[in-house]
């Protein structure tokens, strides 16, 4: 064995026996602290029957659920994509994948609406911070800044709205000359 090789696997040993090497990053996977507080993705049950009751189980099922949906948006089909989404987040929680094309389906949907959904918007404010805000990949970091700063400028020019609506004076019938009709 040359010189070179030896030094290396030496180097290498030690952390191999004791477990200490490199493991992957955690940057694939939400913060494992993280409360989703009230938060409900799906009230679907998994598949048991077909995936098993375990932990590998629920993640193959989120893993199909997520190609799928993945399909379904291709398509324009956004409210079964988030269904589907939904379940898989549900089903795994910790990975970013599901939310991120969750909070892309559900960001699509708003903008797809003729009028504002303040209760969609809300939610879709909600999961881009929680990408934005936890352990998740640094350019899904940086998408999921940009998302929920656009979207809270929204939110916070809707409230102004609402605020000059709710200041400007009421016009009586009186006061504007028109007869009331009875």
Known sequence: MNRTLKAIVLAV???????NILSPAAADSISPNINNGDREYSEEKPE???YGSGYTGRMAEASQLRFEADELMADGKLEEARKKIGKAVMLDPGTTDGHIMYARCITRMLYAKKTLDEK???????EWKLIWHHDADQIEQVEAKAQAKTLMRIAKELEKQKKDNSNEPQQSLASTGKKSVE
């Open 13 to 19: 040993l030690p952390a191999l026996l004791t477990g």
């Open 48 to 50: 048991s029957s077909f």
């Open 120 to 126: 969609l918007l809300s939610r879709c404010i909600e």
